[in-house]
Every structure is written in C-alpha cells, then in structure tokens.
C-alpha cells in the first residue's frame, strides 16, 4: 500500500510538472487544430460597368494613371479598388433568398497575374444568425483555392477567430463571379 | 484508511481525465466573456468639402464613376472611400484636448443606406497611454450602436483583442460627425 | 505516513483551486511575452511615377481632391492609396533572390507629417515557406521603428498573432524605399 501511494504522489508531481512546464513555454501545445465551429455560404458580386447600375453589387472606387472607373484597367487590374456589397446565400444560386451581405473591398494588386487583398464583413441580421465576421488577407485569384484570416467577429461570432478557404465558384467574363467560401473557426467563445 | 487513498487517487484520475478532456477539445469553456479592460472615447471627423481646407480631418480619396473627390456621393456615398486622421478626447467635446489621433480609413459600400466599412488605428503617445489599438469591421451606421473586432494592439495594448462598440453621438449634415467607441477588451497579456 | 497522506490530498487540493481560479478570472497571467517564433525580412517598394512602368512595383490609386494618380500630393501625401506588389528579401540588397511578395495596400493618412496605415500580406509559396501572413496598422514612418499588428497566418503560419517591428531601411526620394520587418510570433499553434 506504501508504494501505491507513493506512486499516487509521484503521479501528481508529474503532472504538475508538466501543466507548470507548458504554461510557462509558448502555448503551441494547448491549441487545437481542429474547428470548434464550420459554416459554407457563397457570395455574388456583380461589378458596375456603366450600364448595369440596378443589378451591379459592386463598383471601381480607385484605379492607377492608366485606369478608370468603369472598365477594369490593363495589367490584371492592378490597382483597382473595388467595393462591394453582395448578397450572401447557403447555396451557389445568385437568386436564392439572401442570408445575409458581404460588404467590404478587394485590391487587384499584382501586375503580372490575378490577385486580389481583401478586407470585408459578413454581416447577418436573421433569426438565423444575428453579428458579423470580418475578414483579411492575400487572394491569389488563380488558384482553386486561397486562405484568407478570420480575424474576429460580433455579435454570435464574438471574438472569434479562425481561416477562410475561398474557391471561385463562377467566373462570367468582368461581370460576375461566386465565391464559396468555408469557414473553419478554431477560436470560439 | 486505505478507503481515503483510494478516494485521493480516484479524485487525481477523475482531474486528470477532465484536464486532458478539455485540452483537447475547442477551448471554449476557457473563455471569459469578462472583459479584462475597459475604455471609452470620442472622436471628431470633419470631412473636407473643399472650402474647410483647415479645419478638415478626412478626405474623400476614392470615388465611383458617378461621384467626385469633393462631394460625397449620390446612393448613400456608395463607393466614397475617406481617409482621416481624426482627434480622440476623453470627451464629447470637439475642442477638448486631443488625447490620441483616429487614423485610418472608411468606405460606404452599401447603395440603399448609409454603411461603411472601417479599418483603422487609435494612435496614443502621451504619458497616460503610448501605443496602438488596431480596429475593423462593418458599420451599418444608421444603427444606434454597432459592434466591430479589436484585431490587435501595440505598446500598451501589446496583442489586445476585443469588441468596439460604436454610437454616433452627433451628426451635422455632411460636414461632421462624432463618433462614442466603448473599447472591451477581452484579451489582455 | 497519515500525515505524509494528507500533505498529498491538500496538495492536490490547493492545486485544484488554482486551476479553477485562473480560469475564471481573465487569462492574463496564462501569457507568455517571450515570442514562439521570431523572423526578419526586408521589402522593397518602388512606386510608379509616369516613367518607370518596368520597374514599379506600386501605384497611386486614391488621391484627395488636389491631387493625381502620378505623383504624390502636398500636405505629407494625406490622402494618397497606394496599392503594392513588393518582392520580400532575406537582406537588404533589392537584387537578392526574393523569397516572397508583399502585397496589399497603405493610405498616407496625416497632413501634417508622413503617417500611413497599412493593410497588407506577406505570400509565400516556396520550400522554405508556404503560406501568409496577415498585417494592419499604424505607420508613423518617421519614428524610427513602428509596431503593427500581425492579425492572423495561413498554412505554415497558421493563425498566428504577433507584432512585426518596422524600420524604413532605405528611403530615396518618392521613387523606392525599403523596409526592414521584424515579426514576433506570440501565438503559434
């Protein structure tokens, strides 16, 4: 019976030692990759080219020397700013009822290929969901799929954190485009 | 005797079992929603219209093709991206004195009513604070408070994240607005 | 060997207390200051200027009401966006194989002294590094060195948080300018 309790203090003192050991170090050890919460939605974004002002979702706001603000300039629109507001939907049809809006802008920003950075909202008002999930990052347009950051949220997505894999559902010339995108949160609150 | 060790052993292993339990699943019971600090601010935006070159803080940077850089434009200033650097007091008084600068941007990105989309930094270097809180998020502005991220802060703010809520607590046409910002933080180190 | 019983039980006890005391209260104390990893890389900006279209690596995109997409405005360049695609270097000779591209945007933001606000990603997709790393904040570019946020990573930097530490390495003129980045990783995962 000594034994096991000494074996029952040792036990203790191990863990001790380990829970003190990994507080102390960088917490690498303590996260999990493994979501807390996942969502799928698409968005739809229909760029204004001067003659489609009722259904356009989105417009040219800046554009470099050579540009302007209706036709996407030359150089892969490097240097566009756009702004958009685009209905979100839980599937990949544009005419589904809307869950929500997607609102932010995008820069083309690399001369040589398809590029886009980022900063936009998800923000929801229904029964469903009520808050908002902002978002960042590099979207190199041209692969199947790009991460981009959650970098926190509101309201049901308080404080959450979390990856965005963006893939290009649609792509209709310069008029429209569908994004799904599947959003993994490993912080949740 | 031997009952009550058994029992301590039990009580170690059952501990055990539900330290390594919550380790490895998403960290949500962990997770104060107690804010670890609290802040409240003001801040002033005088946007230039072309004739208050001295007394502006912001100023339309970007336009859609029907706007210009002077006037905001027609849909709810859809497409106006505005830059300011605007005063923070401690005050709703717009002559108080400046603890801190509002630096960063806003877009309107939103046709049927007024709605923007913030990215921008408090900028402190007095002696109370010295450091940035860096912030985004949607701003459906016509709501009487908005909620957008803390992403990160610096200094005195080393790594914050938390929730801004923001009320418009004045509005005079399009020439000024004043801006309550209830900081909480929720992760403090 | 009673007592020796009891120091084990009250010790487990007291422990027990600790743990659920600290995770009430905010996690503060749970934080390391000391960086889980640390990097330093240079990045080269050569902004566009009406003559140097093979060069440029960025360009004007947003101006105030006085001035163009060519050349920088008076008043500190308040109210310029600059839109870049910035070749990222393990030292600081422009020449140097770059390792990355670092892309985004910065909006100088102050008229009475060189301010700008930057939102921007390091990509990398090489053996050495595959991912990105998510940036936002203030850039007082004339302190000698200015702390941004590092608000989120993706594949090999998967949501990490940190400071990146910038220093203008280099400036000639309003052509090209170098910055040293410093990033301090304080959350890896």
Not at 32 to 41: A, D, G, L, N, T
């Amino acid at each position: 019976m000594a034994s096991k309790h000494e074996i029952s203090t040792l036990f203790v003192t191990i863990f001790l030692l380990l829970i003190l050991g990994s507080s102390g170090s960088p917490r690498k050890s303590m996260r999990s990759r493994r979501p807390c919460k996942e969502m799928v939605f698409y968005f739809h974004d229909i760029i204004y080219n001067g003659k489609n002002s009722k259904n356009a979702t989105s417009a040219i706001v800046g554009a470099p020397a050579w540009g302007n603000h209706t036709i996407l300039a030359k150089y892969n629109h490097f240097g566009n700013l756009v702004v958009f507001d685009d209905p979100i939907t839980l599937d990949n049809n544009l005419h589904s009822p809307p869950v929500g809006r997607a609102q932010g802008f995008y820069i083309y920003d690399q001369k040589d290929i398809f590029t886009a950075w980022l900063g936009f909202s998800f923000v929801f008002n229904s029964t469903a969901h009520k808050g908002s999930i902002n978002f960042a990052g590099a979207d190199p347009l041209m692969n199947k799929t790009r991460d981009i950051s959650v970098i926190g949220g509101t309201g049901d997505f308080f404080m959450t954190r979390g990856i965005a894999t963006i893939m290009t559902d649609s792509f209709e010339g310069e008029v429209y485009f569908r994004l799904r995108v599947d959003i993994k949160f490993y912080e949740c609150w």
